[in-house]
T-cell receptor
Framework: AQKITQTQPGMFVQEKEAVTLDCTYD???????LFWYKQPSSGEMIFLIY??????QNATEGRYSLNFQKARKSANLVISASQLGDSAMYFC?????????????FGKGITLSVRP | NAGVTQTPKFQVLKTGQSMTLQCAQD?????MSWYRQDPGMGLRLIHY???????DQGEVPNGYNVSRSTTEDFPLRLLSAAPSQTSVYFC??????????????FGNGTRLTVT
């Protein structure tokens, strides 16, 4: 079973509108962390936002926020006021447990295209 | 502040050749890892290290070796290249092996083609 599921194959959004990128995860651990990364066409991986499993409030970083629904095991990324530079691939990832050997598992990614 | 540096950026190999992808970080990070990225597959973990002298296998370790003789360096060796190893390779590190909220910092990737 996949640990991270990103089912939207490609998303389109009009510039200045908000968009939600879906992510569901599967874990039996109580302690875990969820990350979102952005990969523009230039290829680098850029860390956007983090949500801990015990965090009571949804994480926010500028125009990025994370809609964390623990019971549903979803961690959707919300981008407000989309910009042309937001066009990229977005990856959701999960780290289970705080141990030194715990690993970051990635979903398959979602392509976002922002239309002018 | 260089962060995570990967070399080379591009490489073409013939089947059966060997090579080493270099990775160095200057952030004194304990944890280092190698991922490969293939279309439609996301990023998959090849090998990782939680400190100098300690390495372990990830999800797709076959055909690759690693070593960690210093905190800064974590080279990835392809023993006998195969076309299935055509991919983009990322090296990544994080501040502490134990703090699970510390994000991975990525290098810019190496695009490898095996013919």
């Amino acid at each position: 079973a996949q640990k991270i599921t990103q089912t939207q194959p490609g998303m389109f959004v009009q510039e200045k509108e908000a968009v939600t990128l879906d992510c569901t995860y599967d874990t039996s651990d109580q302690s875990y962390g969820l990350f979102w990364y952005k990969q523009p066409s230039s290829g680098e991986m850029i860390f956007l936002i983090y949500q801990g499993s015990y965090d009571e409030q949804n994480a926010t970083e500028g125009r990025y926020s994370l809609n964390f629904q623990k019971a549903r095991k979803s961690a959707n990324l919300v981008i407000s006021a989309s910009q042309l530079g937001d066009s990229a691939m977005y990856f959701c990832a999960m780290r289970e447990g705080p141990g030194a050997n715990s690993k970051l598992t990635f979903g398959k990614g979602i392509t976002l295209s922002v239309r002018p | 502040n260089a962060g995570v540096t990967q070399t080379p950026k591009f490489q073409v190999l013939k089947t059966g050749q060997s090579m080493t992808l270099q990775c160095a970080q200057d952030m004194n990070h304990e944890y280092m890892s190698w991922y490969r990225q293939d279309p439609g597959m996301g990023l998959r973990l090849i090998h990782y290290s939680v400190g100098a002298g300690i390495t372990d296998q990830g999800e797709v370790p076959n055909g690759y070796n690693v070593s960690r003789s210093t905190t800064e360096d974590f080279p990835l060796r392809l023993l006998s290249a195969a076309p299935s190893q055509t991919s983009v390779y990322f090296c990544a590190s994080r501040r502490s092996a134990s703090f699970y909220n510390s994000p991975l910092h990525f290098g810019n990737g190496t695009r490898l083609t095996v013919t």
